[in-house]
């Protein structure tokens, strides 16, 4: 058997020792990755608290308005326009389960038949209206749906009733943010004549059915 020389010895203590610096040196990164990992995770989860803290209370806070107005109804023998400040002129109605208010609009009071522009360029519903959300309702969401009934376009420039329920939609809210309200709390939306409220089979369902509602999201 040959025997270990003192060098052979010195070589064997060297390549441990390199082989332990390395491996100590790989475990100081992975601590370091694992480290660096674990406090992006520790402040994502702190931020989705945040969000879904502020996200709660709005929540809580637009079903307390709602459930107010609802009270000061029942309480006062007030008309849901009088309680949400839109005023008896207007067709305002609560959904308590969505958390919206609703302000409907004949087509009749805003365009001419088979139109999308408004009839006149200063127009007092919707200035009043303005008005309101500005002063109750200010950085709540906000939908403009424009309605229409079955008849089918003929001898307008639309393609059909979508195309012209839209276009009625974003003259609405054009005019809304013209005025001030903030374009990222309005959107335009067209339904045609998918969501009637009346009968089309008569004159006075289809009048109905024609309309823009005006949507405040209280959640």
Not at 73 to 81: A, D, L, Q, V
Not at 127 to 140: E, F, P, T
Request: charged content about 25%; aromatic content about 6%.
């Amino acid at each position: 058997m040959r025997s270990i020389t003192p060098k052979a010895v010195i070589l064997l203590i060297c390549i441990a020792g390199v082989s332990f610096v390395s491996g100590c040196t790989n475990w100081k990164k992975k601590y370091n990755a694992l480290n660096v990992e674990h406090q992006n995770l520790r402040g994502r989860m702190e931020f989705e608290r945040g969000q879904s803290e502020k996200l709660a209370q709005q929540v809580s806070q637009g079903q307390q308005t709602i459930e107010e107005l609802q009270k000061q109804i029942k309480e006062r023998n007030e008309s849901p326009g009088k309680a949400s400040g839109f005023g008896d002129d207007f067709d305002v109605s609560f959904d308590a389960d969505a958390g919206t208010i609703t302000v409907t609009l004949p087509n009749s009071i805003l365009f001419d038949s088979g139109k999308a522009d408004l009839k006149q360029s200063k127009n007092v519903e919707l200035d009043h209206i303005y008005s309101v959300l500005k002063q109750k309702y200010s950085g709540r969401q906000i939908d403009v749906i424009g309605h229409t009934d079955t008849d089918p376009i003929k001898k307008t420039k639309w393609k059909d009733n979508w195309e012209l329920s839209a276009q009625r939609a974003l003259s609405v809210t054009r005019y809304l943010v013209e005025r001030g309200i903030a374009e990222g709390n309005v959107r335009a939306v067209g339904r045609g004549a998918s969501d009637p409220i009346a009968s089309n089979s008569i004159a006075s369902g289809k009048a109905k059915n024609r309309r823009v509602e005006i949507v405040v999201y209280m959640k």
